[in-house]
């Protein structure tokens, strides 16, 4: 067996510290794409699983994807918009903080009631 130095095993122990660092990120980051995902078909969108760190999600009513994008980013709030055939009609959310994801909520309610009446 071998003797670990000061230096061995303080990098040891932040190497731990990280670890459990990234776990809980990861964790956090699954938590809040479930509540999106949730909130997001409540809202009428279809949202498939995802088990990356965004949501596709795809628009088939009024108003349109890109309508819904401009307001957003009129809010301050970015999603990504692709003009493109098969996905004109989604788009790509990025999972954040809570305080995001509930700032993105607020805004999706507002935007969809606004132009639905």
Known sequence: SYNMN????????????AYEYMRDSVEKVRATRERLRDRLIE?????PRSQA???LAQWA???QASEIFSALRERGILV????????ENALRISIGSDSETDALITA???ILELKNQ
């Open 6 to 17: 000061a230096f061995s095993q303080a990098a040891g122990v932040a190497a731990m510290r």
């Open 43 to 47: 809202m009428g969108f279809n949202v």
């Open 53 to 55: 760190n965004f949501l």
């Open 61 to 63: 009513g009024t108003p």
């Open 80 to 87: 990504r918009y692709f003009a493109q055939p098969r996905l």
């Open 108 to 110: 999706l309610q507002d």
